[in-house]
């Protein structure tokens, strides 16, 4: 099957309509090139290409990419995608002319609708208000495995199965916007009616880290001589959490907020709304840990403060009314990094039910 310009194959189609960016060369009236990635939307016969300019900031023919195809309209753009596996490298080029829509005419107001479904950054910026590049596809060339199943490389599931728990850290600190990522990925975790029943407290000061441990400790080596451990296992099991503490960069509290929980009359539905709100702290844990991976740091999960929130708000000045669960110690791994722990087979755990 070809796509309507009878230039794209299927699989052509297929594998440019997945791709988030690509790249566009241009060339001035010299013929000196100059190549950026972009954003761009396919409808089968043309592309687009927004100007995301703020219309009154730069007039949009001052941009390098608009000059040069208002010179010179030949055009190449080319989306690709790499994987460590290069049985899976492919890419797809288009050559063609570019020209821009004015705003308000039906195909740069379909073109707009068209990159705004692709990407929802669109939806609050007012690209109507510019024209769209629109490359009028002439030729195509592509290379390599097109139509490889899972469609370009799968980030996610990379970063999924990369993440593993750290324990020991590097003595390097973390930048702080590295940090704000990791709470903003937190942030955005799904939570029951949407209420978001968690508040997250970051440490990274030595004095802050110390009272938290000496805290923890204490009601720590209580539970474990109520226990009747050995004195010296004691000692030694504190000795290593302590260092978990105080070696880590940083430390990120995730604590339930009971006061965002719906109110129930009977006992059983309050369990549920309460055990709803726990499910999505996991999950805005999980968030964070990805986060942080994602960006080159590494994570450990310390379920040691829900066996002591109150001295744990307490040793940290947090509203009584919080109830710590996870504590996530956030750095640079040090050594050399652990091994991913391996997982159940699939078949082990899910059946399929027609
Ligand atoms: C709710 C929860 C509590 C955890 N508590 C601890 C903990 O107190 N100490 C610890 O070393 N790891 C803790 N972990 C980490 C698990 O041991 C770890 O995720 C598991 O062994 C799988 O290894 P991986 O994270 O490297 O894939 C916890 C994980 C979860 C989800």
């Known amino acids: 099957m070809r796509a309507e310009t009878g230039l794209l194959s299927a699989d052509e189609t297929a594998f ?16 000196s090139p100059h190549t950026i990635p972009v954003c761009f939307a396919y409808d089968g016969r043309n592309l687009y290409i927004a100007l995301d300019e703020k219309p009154k900031d730069v007039p949009v023919t001052r941009l390098k990419r608009v000059r040069n195809i208002l010179e010179n309209p030949q055009v190449a753009l080319v ?3 790499y994987a460590e596996d290069w049985d899976l490298l492919a890419y797809v080029m288009v050559r063609g002319r570019a020209e821009l829509v004015e705003t308000g005419t039906d195909e740069q107001t379909a073109a707009v609708r068209l990159l705004r479904g692709k990407y929802h950054q669109y939806e609050r910026m007012r690209i109507e208000e510019n024209p769209v590049i629109a490359i009028r596809p002439e030729r195509v060339a592509s290379w390599g495995a097109l139509d490889a199943p899972g469609g ?7 970063t999924l199965k990369g993440r593993r728990s750290v324990r020991r850290y590097l003595e390097r600190e973390v930048p702080d916007n590295v940090i704000e ?29 110390e009272r938290l441990a000496d805290a923890m400790g204490e009601e720590w080596r209580r539970n474990l001589e109520m226990d009747g451990q050995d004195a010296a296992v004691v000692e ?33 539905r309050q369990r549920n709304e309460t055990t709803m709100a726990v499910q999505s702290l996991g999950a805005a844990a999980q968030n964070a840990l990805l986060a942080a991976y994602e960006q080159g740091l590494d994570a450990g999960w310390m379920c040691a403060p829900l066996f002591c929130p109150g001295e744990v708000t307490a ?18 791994a040090a050594g050399d990094p652990p091994k991913r722990r391996s997982r159940r087979p699939l078949d082990g755990l899910v059946v399929y039910r027609d």
């Open 236 to 268: 030694k099991r504190l000795e290593g959490s302590r260092g978990r503490l105080l070696d880590a960069p940083v430390l990120l509290l995730l604590c339930l907020y009971p006061g965002d929980l719906d109110a129930y009359p009977d006992p059983e």
């Open 16 to 31: 440019l309509t997945r791709q988030r960016v690509a790249r566009l060369a241009t060339a001035d009236s010299d013929g």
């Open 79 to 81: 989306a690709d995608r």
């Open 181 to 209: 990522k990791v709470v903003e990925a937190a942030r955005w975790a799904p939570s029951p009616h949407g209420t978001q029943p968690w508040r997250f407290a970051v440490v990274t000061k030595r004095e802050t880290k």
């Open 152 to 158: 370009e490389a799968e980030p996610l599931l990379e």
């Open 315 to 332: 040793a940290l000045g947090l509203a009584p009314e919080l109830v710590p669960h996870a504590l996530l110690t956030l750095g640079y």
